[in-house]
């Protein structure tokens, strides 16, 4: 299966270079590999047992996150002269013009969960950033790959100014950019970042406007009060149809009753107005979609990962829905170059 889908990796990136996309594909390198598969088997003895990669209790999640993936020991990277970190990172940058680092804080540091234990029970644990830096440099120059790092949740103080210092890009959510209550302005946004609405972890736009990972938390059972999230949500959602107007995506003459097609047109149009070298657009959005592909935290619980487009790839960007979405970011970001200084 690996080798089949190595083959598709590289006839479907030729096909891009070839009809001109200049990036290509954006891949993902996650933050760990499955306890029972070939990766974790074949590297069995640099990895630790009885723990596991997670994240600390925050607002998002109370008990924590616990991922169930076998945390790399940091000793053991340099023993190969960190030739299997190396060899990981090109792998996944084989067939793409962009790599985003999942949870690129893991460069510097890991949430190490004991097994049987929550969140609550973790610690942080100290890793080699320097030299995972420097191999990933090295691995993007000789790729020709852009390093976008997923900066989000608990970031360390001056990480982000070390990613900029190795040019990896940071990376920008709009749902998460945010003082207090309030949304930061577009104008805010650093240059070398990436920009986006929201992401995999979070509902689709017109989910998270009308509440839908509210009532799907409640029903799994893991939200304290529904009640008072829905209460929550309804003044966050006043304060981003604040930001848009500020901003200038959204008129004020329709911020009184917006309708949700038009909220997420203007979002989108607002991450385009960024300075943010790149912008991405998710095709849950595209698709008018309400359900997360994921939600952290569940496994059984949810069809995680298994969420399927309510609409055929093939006619996925040719819908009213996206084309809105989709004109309002180009027209955007072609104005926004045209008035940019050379």
């Given at each position: 299966?690996?080798?089949?889908?190595?083959?598709?990796f590289?006839?479907?990136?030729?096909?891009?270079?070839?009809?001109?996309?200049?990036?290509?594909?954006?891949?993902?390198?996650?933050?760990?590999?499955a306890?029972?598969?070939?990766?974790?088997?074949?590297?069995?003895?640099?990895?630790?047992?009885g723990?596991w990669i997670g994240?600390?209790?925050?607002?998002?999640?109370?008990d924590?996150q616990?991922?169930?993936?076998?945390?790399?020991?940091?000793?053991?990277?340099?023993?190969?002269g960190?030739?299997?970190?190396?060899a990981?990172?090109?792998?996944?940058?084989?067939h793409?013009?962009a790599?985003?680092?999942d949870?690129?804080?893991?460069?510097?540091?890991?949430?190490?969960?004991?097994?049987?234990?929550?969140?609550?029970?973790?610690?942080?644990?100290a890793?080699?950033?320097?030299?995972?830096?420097?191999?990933?440099a090295?691995?993007?120059?000789?790729?020709?790959?852009?390093?976008?790092?997923?900066?989000?949740?608990?970031?360390?103080?001056?990480?982000?100014?070390?990613?900029?210092?190795?040019?990896?890009?940071?990376?920008?959510?709009l749902?998460?950019?945010?003082a207090?209550r309030?949304?930061r302005?577009?104008?805010?946004?650093?240059?070398?970042s990436?920009?986006?609405v929201?992401?995999?972890?979070?509902?689709?736009?017109?989910?998270?406007l009308?509440?839908t990972?509210?009532?799907?938390?409640a029903?799994?059972?893991?939200?304290?009060?529904?009640?008072?999230a829905?209460?929550?949500?309804?003044a966050?959602?006043?304060?981003l149809?604040?930001?848009?107007?500020?901003?200038?995506?959204?008129?004020?003459?329709?911020?009184?009753?917006p309708?949700?097609?038009?909220?997420?047109?203007?979002?989108?149009?607002f991450i385009?107005?960024?300075?943010?070298?790149?912008?991405l657009?998710?095709?849950?959005d595209?698709?008018?979609?309400?359900?997360?592909?994921n939600?952290p935290?569940?496994?059984?619980?949810?069809?995680?990962?298994?969420?399927?487009?309510?609409?055929p790839?093939?006619?996925?960007?040719?819908?009213?829905?996206a084309?809105?979405?989709?004109?309002?970011?180009?027209?955007k970001?072609?104005?926004?170059?045209?008035?940019?200084?050379?």
């Amino acid at each position: 299966m690996q080798f089949l889908a190595e083959q598709q990796f590289a006839a479907a990136a030729a096909k891009a270079n070839s009809s001109g996309l200049e990036l290509g594909f954006f891949r993902d390198l996650a933050v760990g590999a499955a306890p029972d598969g070939a990766e974790s088997w074949a590297n069995a003895e640099n990895l630790a047992h009885g723990a596991w990669i997670g994240a600390p209790p925050d607002p998002f999640s109370r008990d924590g996150q616990n991922w169930h993936l076998p945390p790399p020991i940091p000793e053991r990277f340099a023993r190969d002269g960190f030739k299997f970190f190396a060899a990981l990172v090109k792998a996944n940058m084989r067939h793409a013009g962009a790599l985003r680092i999942d949870h690129a804080m893991g460069l510097r540091r890991l949430f190490w969960i004991p097994d049987g234990g929550t969140g609550s029970d973790g610690a942080y644990v100290a890793y080699p950033f320097e030299d995972l830096v420097g191999q990933i440099a090295l691995e993007s120059t000789r790729a020709r790959c852009i390093v976008v790092g997923e900066d989000l949740g608990t970031v360390p103080e001056g990480f982000r100014a070390a990613m900029n210092e190795a040019d990896m890009l940071s990376y920008r959510v709009l749902l998460l950019e945010r003082a207090g209550r309030e949304f930061r302005p577009a104008s805010s946004y650093p240059a070398r970042s990436v920009a986006c609405v929201t992401t995999h972890d979070l509902p689709p736009m017109a989910g998270w406007l009308e509440g839908t990972d509210i009532r799907e938390r409640a029903r799994l059972g893991i939200l304290p009060s529904a009640d008072d999230a829905a209460i929550e949500r309804d003044a966050e959602r006043a304060a981003l149809i604040d930001a848009l107007v500020s901003d200038g995506a959204l008129p004020a003459s329709e911020a009184a009753e917006p309708s949700v097609s038009d909220l997420v047109a203007a979002a989108h149009e607002f991450i385009a107005a960024t300075p943010s070298d790149l912008v991405l657009v998710q095709a849950e959005d595209l698709a008018g979609m309400r359900v997360g592909v994921n939600l952290p935290g569940t496994d059984t619980e949810r069809p995680n990962w298994r969420v399927r487009l309510p609409v055929p790839v093939e006619t996925l960007l040719s819908t009213p829905e996206a084309q809105r979405i989709l004109e309002t970011v180009r027209a955007k970001r072609s104005s926004d170059a045209r008035s940019s200084p050379s």
